[in-house]
């Protein structure tokens, strides 16, 4: 299968030299990172069988943000601010349950209905007449492709996520997205590293052969990264013919399905999807799964994602699922150090920058999307902290004019 991607070509003399190290530790451009880059493009939040039915909700908070996803007695899924117009308390505490007829705030007690609209307040004899719809609950834009929820909090850059995702629509429909459900729920892992060094160690694959003996073993040379176009990008490995050496992976493709309705290269391989700026959808013969990172901190992150698995599974499914999941478990433990030990390089006065391989142009196209947003991020010396704002405000304005 041609893919419209692949055939991109990597330009001579390109500038091999990655973000400056000071970007990896300052607060100024941390917050312009959370306004700029995370709450103005679409972030992942879950698929629709997370909430199947009416009065199923979940929770997504990011970028000092909180979302929440919520079905309809009316069937359609929504999204709002997970912010009471009260006074601002969490309509919902949990990160994800079933209401039966109406969310009620746990602060006082203010109930909406599941569009969002209030249903009354606690005590209203004690306010000026409400307006039901002008105090509803604050709509999200939302966006579900294939499935998949996206969210944004604000306005942004990129346009609607069925146009980003265009690319891959007709490869990834084989697997049938939209039928999944959930295997364990979301799961998250925090990390003592900045989103950027997770973000480089998953945009390349020239790490794979040396720190991830597993994914080696599993993939032998047929591993290729795309660069980052339009805000997306993919990645792809078949089977190695050879492949056996670690349990896990002996197992694993022993008993692994070739399903009917995937075409002949994707019946034995792992794909990849990555969407601008930090979220990645995988794809096996037997499940589809989504990871991201969520920014905490300059120098936390935590990691967050969900796996699904097709309905009426059958035990052979199950079995590789589970040995995927070994493999991506060691995967991931291997990839926590890696983004420890870069991150905290930074730091140090001998580093001197990154050179980067042909084979890591993902890494500097996804720098380039960051740049893109962020013109301080030209500056190969940090700015004064209290001027850095000011100065990527004048460089978009000098960019936009």
């Given at each position: 299968m041609?893919?419209?991607?692949?055939?991109?070509?990597?330009?001579?003399?390109?500038?091999?030299?990655?973000?400056?190290?000071?970007?990896?530790?300052?607060?100024?451009?941390f917050e312009l990172?959370?306004?700029?880059?995370?709450?103005?493009?679409?972030?992942?939040?879950?698929?629709?069988?997370?909430?199947?039915?009416?009065?199923?909700?979940?929770?997504?908070?990011?970028?000092?943000e909180?979302a929440?996803?919520?079905?309809?007695?009316?069937?359609v899924?929504?999204?709002?601010h997970n912010?009471?117009?009260h006074?601002?308390?969490r309509?919902?505490?949990?990160?994800?349950?079933h209401?039966?007829?109406a969310?009620?705030?746990p602060?006082?007690g203010?109930?909406?209905?599941?569009?969002?609209?209030?249903?009354?307040?606690?005590?209203?004899?004690?306010?000026?007449?409400l307006?039901?719809?002008?105090?509803?609950?604050?709509?999200?834009?939302l966006?579900?492709?294939?499935?998949?929820?996206?969210?944004?909090f604000?306005?942004?850059?990129?346009?609607?996520?069925?146009?980003l995702?265009?690319?891959?629509?007709e490869?990834?429909?084989?697997?049938?997205?939209?039928?999944v459900?959930?295997?364990?729920?979301?799961?998250?892992?925090?990390?003592?590293?900045?989103?950027?060094s997770?973000?480089?160690?998953?945009n390349e694959?020239?790490?794979?052969?040396?720190?991830?003996?597993?994914?080696?073993?599993l993939?032998?040379?047929?591993?290729?990264?795309?660069p980052?176009?339009?805000?997306?990008?993919?990645?792809?490995a078949?089977?190695?013919?050879?492949?056996?050496?670690?349990?896990s992976?002996?197992?694993y493709?022993?008993?692994?399905?070739?399903?009917?309705?995937?075409?002949?290269d994707?019946?034995k391989?792992w794909?990849?999807y990555?969407?601008?700026?930090n979220?990645?959808i995988?794809?096996?013969?037997?499940s589809?799964?989504?990871?991201?990172?969520?920014?905490?901190?300059?120098s936390?992150?935590?990691?967050?994602?969900?796996?699904?698995?097709?309905?009426?599974?059958?035990r052979?499914?199950?079995?590789a699922r589970y040995?995927?999941?070994?493999?991506?478990?060691?995967?991931?433990?291997?990839?926590?150090?890696?983004?420890?030990?870069s991150?905290?390089?930074?730091?140090?006065r001998?580093?001197?920058?990154?050179f980067?391989?042909?084979?890591?142009?993902?890494v500097?196209?996804?720098?380039?999307?960051?740049?893109?947003?962020?013109?301080?991020?030209d500056?190969?010396?940090?700015?004064?902290?209290?001027?850095?704002a000011?100065?990527?405000?004048?460089?978009?304005?000098?960019?936009?004019?």
């Amino acid at each position: 299968m041609s893919h419209p991607l692949r055939d991109v070509r990597i330009p001579r003399n390109w500038d091999r030299r990655g973000l400056s190290a000071w970007s990896y530790h300052s607060q100024a451009l941390f917050e312009l990172e959370l306004e700029h880059v995370f709450r103005r493009h679409w972030q992942i939040a879950g698929h629709i069988s997370d909430i199947p039915q009416s009065g199923h909700y979940f929770t997504f908070d990011i970028a000092g943000e909180r979302a929440l996803i919520l079905r309809g007695r009316d069937g359609v899924v929504r999204a709002f601010h997970n912010m009471c117009r009260h006074r601002g308390s969490r309509v919902v505490a949990d990160e994800r349950g079933h209401c039966r007829n109406a969310l009620v705030c746990p602060f006082h007690g203010w109930v909406y209905n599941l569009d969002g609209t209030l249903r009354g307040a606690a005590q209203p004899a004690t306010f000026p007449d409400l307006a039901h719809e002008a105090f509803r609950l604050r709509p999200l834009d939302l966006e579900i492709w294939m499935g998949f929820i996206f969210v944004r909090f604000k306005e942004g850059p990129q346009p609607a996520v069925r146009e980003l995702m265009q690319p891959f629509a007709e490869e990834f429909s084989h697997y049938r997205p939209e039928t999944v459900v959930p295997a364990n729920g979301f799961w998250t892992q925090v990390s003592p590293v900045n989103w950027k060094s997770v973000r480089d160690v998953d945009n390349e694959g020239y790490h794979v052969a040396m720190a991830h003996p597993a994914l080696q073993d599993l993939y032998g040379t047929t591993y290729y990264d795309e660069p980052f176009v339009n805000g997306v990008s993919r990645s792809y490995a078949s089977y190695n013919p050879h492949a056996g050496r670690r349990w896990s992976v002996r197992h694993y493709v022993r008993i692994a399905e070739e399903p009917e309705h995937l075409p002949p290269d994707l019946k034995k391989a792992w794909v990849y999807y990555g969407l601008f700026p930090n979220a990645v959808i995988a794809t096996t013969p037997e499940s589809i799964q989504f990871y991201q990172e969520v920014p905490l901190s300059p120098s936390r992150t935590m990691l967050r994602g969900a796996i699904y698995h097709y309905p009426n599974e059958t035990r052979r499914a199950r079995a590789a699922r589970y040995l995927a999941s070994r493999i991506d478990r060691d995967t991931t433990a291997e990839d926590v150090q890696l983004t420890i030990w870069s991150n905290e390089s930074m730091l140090s006065r001998a580093f001197e920058g990154f050179f980067l391989s042909d084979l890591e142009y993902g890494v500097r196209t996804h720098h380039d999307h960051l740049r893109k947003v962020l013109p301080v991020l030209d500056q190969e010396t940090a700015p004064p902290e209290e001027e850095m704002a000011a100065l990527n405000a004048a460089l978009l304005a000098a960019t936009a004019s």
